[in-house]
């Protein structure tokens, strides 16, 4: 049994619901005396007054009975008018949640609602709400789940057309599915649904009860009937591929063994699936429910989606030594550098003997002086005295560069004569006087240049960098690859001598070898990973695959400017529409650049602090100008199209903008912590609308209908007028919702 206040279901025969209190035994006299239809009436019947009839000798009244018939229609009318807003046929239907428990809205514009069921859920994450409500594709049922955990939740429905407000009756079109279920299920075309379990156990619900289909599911794919595959594997590079009919689910057939990744699904009888091969390539399958499994390709190594049509790449058996396409000019070099040894480094080493006016200058060999050692004329250093000698002044200025390690200089005529002229000046005037300013050198021994001998040995482990990155180039043969454009179980070759490749959102880039014309210096190599990879062949032409098939080349001003770019860690290049690109540093620049006829052309920079929020078609919407207030980020919204730059809306907040079917978008524009946000409207032209602040959630109806949640209560807005609908409410769900063309956010 279910409580008839709050949904719980409970043993049958509780007196109290475990959960709310509400007093059962009372609730089911209540019930039995209406059903009896009050004191002295006939069990089962209730009594009516029929407009139609007067009693035996009265005349009847025409406009009574006009009047009776026109509360009648008015009754018919309003009866169908809640069932169309409950759900019914094409009609839409609201639900919210509130104080931990579901209300089903049976009247928006009055603000009537009926509790489903408690949603008795401690904790709630913001991604989760949304997941927590859905409503059936064919309007006759509410899924939602109850007592959520942070990770699994119980599954229930309810039949919410046949709901009424506070009746015990409503028990039985509520029912508990599945417990332990993840959040996110299925539907399929005819309103059943597919759902996993906390274990990943796949599970098919017909409406009537739930049926295992496999465990350890990767994941599942279906056209929307009943036919599923789906990917089981406790690792995610050996899974099996599974079919199985939803009208049989006891029986189910193996497809393929040994199964990474399923990359083409929409057709079930055309499945291309990929098998990861021992040397970091794949192996590329064709298979399907009534088809025998069919290797396409051996060796693939790249893959993208582009348009409708998928690319991959696969080396053809061909191969290029890598060492033919660098430019060496270092080899000759480095074979002359031997291994350094520091004894050749040794250097003499010396010591340094005052001379005096007696000495011989002609017995002693070669004479040294110092502007920095003490010298006996002073009895102090020429540079500690320069400030009281004019000479001695002039003598550290021109003399101090010339000094060895040891500080000393060699005495040349010219240094002697400068020596004489201060002796002459500052002396007693005694023959041989200048040489007590000088000394005699004597080697004492010899040391290590080690300054000399870490320089040299830092240059040998260099050449041996580059020797080990010269081996491994000429040892390294790079695999010439093919590219083909898959579609419908066939292959089609799009060039058969490609170097590298390299995948980017919406588009494929790769090199081949008669592009290839220069020649890469080591150095690049040797300052990047070491080893030949795309990024060091681009500098050449660089072939792209764009959003409509084209097949064109990268001008050499597009490619000097993509290399620039990449050479930030944050880099990224992503297709624009049919013929463009737009390209990121990671910095905020922002260039665009389209393709004319076979080429790209140049990027053009459209902003040099933006950050990319989404792409529709051919709009790029961009944030301009992001800044930071009071721990919110804000920015000015703008929209790049035919090759114009328009700013929609200044200072809203980054993240949480919506651009609907009518390209209108919804966007919070303020922000109060604790409070809310908020919400503004803004058309194609960038003009605004003010709808409430506070927000915390919004739904768009239609184009004239939104719900959305102000300080806690639900509001209803139809583009002129607000009205309350509920109080205390946390997030609001739609039957019926206009599609988000785009969620233009950035993280």
Same mark, same amino acid.
């Given at each position: 049994?279910?409580?008839?206040?709050?949904?719980?279901?409970?043993?049958?025969?509780?007196?109290?619901?475990?959960?709310?209190?509400?007093?059962?035994?009372? &609730?089911?006299?209540?019930?039995?005396?209406?059903?009896?239809?009050?004191?002295?009436?006939?069990?089962?019947?209730?009594?009516?007054?029929?407009?139609?009839?007067?009693?035996?000798?009265?005349?009847?009244?025409? =406009?009574?009975?006009?009047?009776?018939?026109?509360?009648?229609?008015?009754?018919?009318?309003?009866?169908?008018?809640?069932?169309?807003?409950?759900?019914?046929?094409?009609?839409?239907?609201?639900?919210?949640?509130?104080?931990?428990?579901?209300?089903?809205?049976?009247?928006?514009?009055?603000?009537?609602?009926?509790?489903?069921?408690?949603?008795?859920?401690?904790?709630?994450?913001?991604?989760?709400?949304?997941?927590?409500?859905?409503?059936?594709?064919?309007?006759?049922?509410?899924?939602?789940? &109850?007592?959520?955990?942070?990770?699994?939740?119980?599954?229930?429905?309810?039949?919410?057309?046949?709901?009424?407000?506070?009746?015990?009756?409503?028990?039985?079109?509520?029912?508990?599915?599945?417990?332990?279920?993840?959040?996110?299920? /299925?539907?399929?075309?005819?309103?059943?649904?597919?759902?996993?379990?906390? @274990?990943?156990?796949?599970?098919?619900?017909?409406?009537?009860?739930?049926?295992?289909?496999?465990?350890?599911?990767?994941?599942?794919?279906? /056209?929307?009937?009943?036919?599923?595959?789906?990917?089981?594997?406790?690792?995610?590079?050996?899974?099996?591929?599974?079919?199985?009919?939803?009208?049989?689910?006891?029986?189910?057939?193996?497809?393929? %063994?040994?199964?990474?990744?399923?990359?083409?699904?929409?057709?079930?009888?055309?499945?291309?699936?990929?098998?990861?091969?021992?040397?970091?390539?794949?192996?590329?399958?064709?298979?399907?429910?009534?088809?025998?499994?069919?290797?396409?390709?051996?060796?693939?190594?790249? +893959?993208?989606?582009?348009?409708?049509?998928?690319?991959?790449?696969?080396?053809?058996?061909?191969?290029?030594?890598?060492? %033919?396409?660098? !430019?060496?000019?270092?080899?000759?070099?480095?074979?002359?550098?031997?291994?350094?040894?520091?004894?050749?480094?040794?250097?003499?080493?010396?010591?340094?003997?005052?001379?005096?006016?007696?000495?011989?200058?002609?017995?002693?060999?070669?004479?040294?002086?110092?502007?920095?050692?003490?010298?006996?004329?002073?009895?102090?250093?020429?540079?500690?005295?320069?400030?009281?000698? *004019?000479?001695?002044?002039?003598?550290?200025?021109?003399?101090?560069?010339?000094?060895?390690?040891?500080?000393?200089?060699?005495? *040349?005529?010219?240094?002697?004569?400068?020596?004489?002229? +201060?002796?002459?000046?500052?002396?007693?005037?005694?023959?041989?006087?200048?040489?007590?300013?000088?000394?005699?050198?004597?080697? #004492?021994?010899?040391?290590?240049?080690?300054?000399?001998?870490?320089?040299?040995? %830092?240059?040998?482990?260099?050449?041996?960098?580059?020797?080990?990155?010269?081996?491994?180039?000429?040892?390294?043969?790079?695999?010439?690859?093919?590219?083909?454009?898959?579609?419908?179980?066939?292959?089609?070759?799009?060039?058969?001598?490609?170097?590298?490749?390299?995948?980017?959102?919406?588009?494929?880039?790769?090199?081949?070898?008669?592009?290839?014309?220069?020649?890469?210096?080591? !150095?690049?190599?040797?300052?990047?990973?070491?080893?030949?990879?795309?990024?060091?062949?681009?500098? @050449?032409?660089?072939?792209?695959?764009?959003?409509?098939?084209?097949?064109?080349? +990268?001008?050499?001003?597009?490619?000097?400017?993509?290399?620039?770019?990449?050479?930030?860690?944050?880099?990224?290049?992503?297709?624009?529409?049919? =013929?463009?690109?737009?390209?990121?540093?990671?910095?905020?620049?922002?260039?665009?650049?389209?393709?004319?006829? #076979?080429?790209?052309?140049?990027?053009?920079?459209?902003?040099?602090?933006?950050?990319?929020?989404?792409?529709?078609?051919?709009?790029?919407?961009?944030?301009?100008?992001?800044?930071?207030?009071?721990?919110?980020?804000?920015?000015?919204?703008?929209?790049?199209?035919?090759?114009?730059?328009?700013?929609?809306?200044?200072?809203?907040?980054?993240?949480?903008?919506?651009?609907?079917?009518?390209?209108?978008?919804?966007?919070?524009?303020?922000?109060?912590?604790? %409070?809310?946000?908020?919400?503004?409207?803004?058309?194609?032209?960038?003009?605004?609308?003010?709808?409430?602040?506070?927000?915390?959630?919004?739904?768009?109806?239609?184009?004239?209908?939104?719900?959305?949640?102000?300080?806690?209560?639900?509001?209803?807005?139809?583009?002129?007028?607000? =009205?309350?609908?509920?109080?205390?409410? @946390?997030?609001?769900?739609?039957?019926?919702?206009?599609?988000?063309? !785009?969620?233009?956010?950035?993280?």
């Amino acid at each position: 049994m279910f409580c008839p206040k709050c949904g719980t279901q409970l043993p049958d025969g509780s007196k109290f619901c475990s959960f709310c209190g509400a007093n059962l035994s009372r &609730t089911a006299v209540a019930v039995q005396e209406i059903q009896d239809g009050g004191e002295g009436a006939e069990p089962g019947l209730v009594p009516v007054s029929d407009p139609g009839f007067a009693p035996a000798g009265k005349r009847i009244d025409a =406009k009574k009975i006009v009047l009776a018939v026109l509360a009648l229609v008015v009754i018919l009318v309003i009866f169908f008018g809640i069932r169309a807003l409950l759900g019914g046929g094409s009609g839409n239907a609201y639900a919210y949640l509130a104080d931990g428990r579901y209300e089903l809205i049976t009247n928006l514009k009055e603000g009537e609602s009926i509790q489903i069921a408690s949603a008795r859920s401690d904790v709630y994450g913001t991604s989760a709400y949304d997941s927590l409500l859905t409503f059936s594709p064919d309007g006759k049922y509410i899924y939602y789940y &109850t007592k959520y955990d942070g990770s699994t939740a119980s599954l229930c429905r309810a039949e919410y057309k046949k709901l009424k407000k506070d009746s015990v009756k409503n028990d039985k079109y509520i029912e508990i599915i599945a417990t332990n279920v993840r959040l996110g299920f /299925e539907f399929l075309e005819n309103g059943t649904l597919l759902y996993q379990n906390a @274990d990943d156990t796949l599970y098919y619900y017909d409406g009537k009860e739930a049926v295992q289909l496999g465990k350890d599911v990767v994941n599942y794919y279906t /056209e929307g009937t009943d036919r599923l595959i789906y990917l089981s594997g406790t690792s995610w590079d050996d899974c099996s591929l599974y079919s199985v009919n939803l009208k049989e689910t006891d029986k189910k057939t193996k497809l393929a %063994s040994n199964c990474a990744e399923v990359l083409d699904a929409d057709d079930l009888n055309c499945i291309l699936y990929a098998k990861d091969d021992d040397d970091g390539t794949a192996s590329i399958y064709l298979g399907g429910i009534d088809r025998d499994e069919e290797k396409l390709l051996d060796r693939a190594t790249d +893959m993208a989606f582009i348009g409708d049509d998928i690319y991959l790449s696969a080396q053809n058996g061909e191969t290029l030594n890598a060492y %033919s396409l660098v !430019e060496d000019d270092l080899a000759a070099q480095d074979a002359a550098v031997t291994q350094p040894m520091a004894s050749d480094f040794a250097v003499p080493k010396y010591r340094y003997y005052q001379l005096y006016s007696s000495d011989d200058p002609s017995t002693v060999g070669e004479i040294y002086t110092s502007c920095t050692k003490s010298v006996y004329f002073f009895h102090d250093s020429i540079e500690d005295c320069n400030s009281s000698y *004019t000479l001695c002044t002039a003598f550290v200025a021109k003399y101090k560069s010339q000094e060895n390690a040891d500080g000393y200089l060699l005495v *040349t005529s010219e240094v002697q004569q400068d020596l004489m002229n +201060m002796a002459s000046q500052y002396g007693q005037g005694y023959a041989g006087e200048w040489l007590e300013f000088c000394f005699q050198r004597s080697q #004492s021994g010899t040391t290590v240049d080690y300054d000399a001998y870490e320089a040299a040995l %830092s240059e040998w482990n260099d050449v041996q960098t580059r020797n080990a990155i010269r081996e491994g180039l000429q040892d390294e043969d790079i695999p010439i690859q093919t590219v083909y454009r898959y579609e419908d179980g066939t292959l089609t070759e799009v060039n058969n001598q490609v170097l590298g490749t390299e995948s980017v959102a919406g588009s494929l880039m790769f090199i081949t070898t008669d592009a290839f014309t220069g020649k890469i210096p080591i !150095e690049q190599i040797i300052a990047g990973s070491g080893t030949l990879d795309f990024s060091d062949l681009n500098g @050449d032409a660089i072939n792209l695959i764009l959003g409509d098939g084209t097949l064109c080349t +990268m001008s050499s001003s597009a490619a000097a400017t993509y290399a620039d770019v990449m050479d930030n860690m944050y880099g990224n290049l992503s297709a624009l529409g049919d =013929k463009g690109l737009y390209l990121t540093d990671g910095d905020g620049e922002l260039y665009v650049a389209y393709a004319e006829g #076979s080429v790209l052309g140049s990027f053009s920079l459209v902003s040099d602090d933006a950050h990319v929020l989404g792409v529709d078609g051919d709009a790029l919407y961009y944030a301009d100008g992001v800044y930071l207030n009071n721990d919110t980020y804000f920015c000015d919204l703008c929209v790049y199209e035919d090759g114009t730059s328009t700013r929609l809306a200044q200072d809203i907040v980054l993240g949480e903008m919506n651009l609907y079917s009518d390209d209108v978008i919804l966007a919070y524009a303020g922000y109060r912590e604790g %409070s809310g946000y908020e919400l503004v409207m803004i058309n194609a032209k960038g003009e605004q609308t003010y709808i409430a602040e506070d927000v915390t959630q919004y739904v768009r109806v239609d184009d004239s209908t939104l719900l959305y949640i102000s300080d806690g209560d639900l509001y209803y807005y139809n583009g002129k007028e607000k =009205k309350l609908v509920e109080t205390g409410v @946390d997030m609001v769900w739609s039957r019926n919702a206009m599609e988000i063309k !785009e969620d233009l956010n950035w993280f």
